[in-house]
């Protein structure tokens, strides 16, 4: 059915309906969370430390893995100094995620890509 169609469905049913139709699509087939599989695979792969292109990722991993002791640092907008301070102490074992395939790297979600240790931001 066309984005369109969908609408207009919806809109025949009225907003409890509509409310109701796009419930159940969502628990039937919710969408992807990228960044919490980021955060799972950070975890699952022993890393502590490492660098995100965007302050999304950055933030979004501390909140999805609070207790799993990820800390992850921008390469873009410093928020938190005490985060930065802590991976640039950890040079040598902080990982980069980038949005673009790298050299030795691994794709850790469908749109992330984590890569090894290399020299500061």
Known sequence: ???SASVAVLGRRGPRGA???LRVDFLRDPPENNRQD???YLVANGIQYGYAQTIWDVYSDRLLS??????LSSTSIWFVQEYEWIVQ???SE?????REPCDGGTRATDTHYVCPPRAGP
């Not at 609070?66 to 800390?71: E, G, K, N, Q, Y």
């Not at 902080?94 to 980038?98: E, K, L, P, Q």
């Open 1 to 3: 059915m066309s984005h």
């Open 19 to 21: 409310t109701r139709a």
């Open 38 to 40: 980021l955060a799972d």
């Open 66 to 71: 609070p207790t799993r002791h990820v800390i």
């Open 89 to 91: 102490n950890h040079q």
């Open 94 to 98: 902080a990982v980069w995620i980038t």
